[in-house]
Nanobody, 125 residues
Framework: QVQLVESGGGLVQAGGSLRLSCAASGRTFSDYAMGWFRQAPGKEREFVAA????????AYADSVKGRFTISSDNARNTAPLQMNSLKPEDTAVYLC??????????????????WGQGTQVTVSS
């Protein structure tokens, strides 16, 4: 079992920044690729960013590319998401997820094994 806890969400004005954290406990963190997803009211869960277990490979949704950065810290068992130049359309509950895989990462929610509870991000215009 892997337990994931997100933090760092909040209310920010458009153009501002937030740094989300995903703290993992349980199994060996370095065995897992990590991903961030988001879900706005009335919308489906959508992929935001992912990072391989090695930390060398990353992927982003087109809507956040160039503004968001995912990283991983195997020593601290965290996978932060730095969000800059936030827009009102970024408003959503952000969830981190872990997928046990030998290499690479996934953009698909159903390929992740563990999920956090989520943290709310609200961007005002």
């Amino acid at each position: 079992q892997v337990q994931l806890v997100e933090s760092g969400g909040g209310l920010v004005q458009a153009g501002g920044s937030l740094r989300l954290s995903c703290a993992a406990s349980g199994r060996t963190f370095s065995d897992y690729a990590m991903g961030w997803f988001r879900q706005a009211p009335g919308k489906e869960r959508e992929f935001v960013a992912a990072i391989s277990r090695s930390g060398y490979a990353t992927a982003y949704a087109d809507s956040v590319k160039g503004r968001f950065t995912i990283s991983s810290d195997n020593a601290r068992n965290t996978a932060p998401l730095q969000m800059n130049s936030l827009k009102p359309e970024d408003t959503a509950v952000y969830l981190c997820a872990a997928a046990k895989r030998a290499y690479g990462f996934s953009r698909y929610a159903d390929e992740y094994d563990y999920w956090g509870q989520g943290t709310q991000v609200t961007v005002s215009s």
